[in-house]
């Protein structure tokens, strides 16, 4: 494949920016990959597991003369990192990024970017609980949505070619508007995240109190919870508090729905329960016949037919 960017920079050495720079080298999407990230034991890491065809020592020298940066840091820090690269960025670059909030990122990074640079968000729908410089690969994003999110007035050849570094990586690629990005995302992977942490937590305390074996014995459903409870806690922090509303929102909808549940069990009613199973039920088939959970066990039965 042809490079889609002379040069790439990404500011943030984790788990999606190193995904991303083993992604661009597999098919040849970028002349040149510059990289930096805050502490100097990830740029340490980086340069000795060759992340990044340079790594520089300040963001903005990472970003200088960039055809595209991407700013892959915890969604708290989108702004800082931002006001560090503004002043040099190349007339005709596009900035992104890849947070998890949209809106709270756009009025954070937007101020420091200047007019003569298009800012693309977006938000790679693909991750895993674990962090850092050495926890990438390059087949995190195939076959997985990446959303992105124009803001008013992005050029459209600065968003195809952005799309075309996506698809290039295997990515999926939609467009989204930023309040209902976070929206979405507060059902789909924030709340979710927020119960985990909590169903881990009450187990934990459960363990304190009886000094039963919660970790020992912990079932499937159980096990589940806990990957998703040992993801990174800087940026959950920061996605919670930057999509305040939508995971408010939301929340409130799950407490309503579990005392109902919880009304049910206690009052026995058989129908409500079995009824309410049968619909979640109908949610997870429909979302494997639709080819969206690659690691179901049961993914790759003829569309169409129940599992
Ligand atoms: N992990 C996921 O599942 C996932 C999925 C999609 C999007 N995201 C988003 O991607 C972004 C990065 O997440 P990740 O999982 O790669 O995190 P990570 O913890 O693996 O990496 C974050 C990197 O940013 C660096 N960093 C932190 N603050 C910085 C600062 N002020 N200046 C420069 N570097 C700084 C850290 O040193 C680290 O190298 C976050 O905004 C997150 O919301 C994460
Ligand atoms: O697979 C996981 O471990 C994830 O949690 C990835 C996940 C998600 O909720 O699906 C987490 C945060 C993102 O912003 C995007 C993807």
């Not at 060759?50 to 300040?58: A, Y």
Request: glycine share 8%; charged share 25%.
């Amino acid at each position: 494949m042809s490079p889609v960017y002379d040069r790439v920079a990404l500011i943030g050495l984790g788990l999606i920016a190193s995904s991303m720079f083993w992604a661009i080298k597999r098919a040849g999407l970028a002349g040149e990959v510059t990289g930096y990230a805050r502490s100097e034991a990830t740029r340490d890491t980086a340069r000795r597991i060759g992340l990044c065809d340079r790594v520089c020592d300040s963001a903005a020298e990472a970003a200088e003369g960039a055809d595209l940066v991407v700013l892959c840091v915890p969604v708290g820090a989108m702004g800082q990192v931002a006001a560090e690269i503004g002043p040099v960025l190349k007339p005709g670059a596009t900035v992104s990024d890849v947070g998890s909030v949209k809106r709270a990122v756009i009025d954070a990074v937007g101020p420091h970017i200047p007019e003569e640079v298009h800012f693309i968000p977006a938000h790679p729908l693909a991750g895993t609980e674990h962090s850092g410089p050495q926890s990438g690969f390059a087949e995190l994003y195939d076959n997985r949505w990446c959303l992105l999110v124009p803001t008013e007035g992005s050029d459209p050849q600065a968003v195809a070619r952005l799309r075309a570094l996506w698809e290039g990586m295997g990515a999926n690629v939609e467009e989204m508007e930023a309040d209902h990005h976070d929206l979405v995302l507060a059902v789909t992977s924030h709340v979710p995240h927020a119960i985990a942490y909590t169903m881990v937590g009450v187990a934990d305390h459960l363990r304190r109190v009886t000094e039963s074996e919660v970790i020992k014995y912990s079932a499937a459903g159980f096990r589940d919870f806990t990957r998703i409870a040992a993801s990174d806690p800087t940026m959950w922090r920061d996605v919670f508090l930057n999509n305040r509303e939508a995971t408010l929102d939301i929340l409130g909808r799950f407490t309503e729905e579990l005392f109902m549940l919880q009304r049910a069990i206690r009052m026995g009613d058989e129908t409500y329960l079995f009824d309410y199973f049968t619909r979640t039920r109908a949610i997870r088939r429909g979302i494997i016949e639709a080819g969206q959970d690659t690691d179901a066990p049961d993914f790759g039965r003829v569309k169409g037919k129940p599992a």
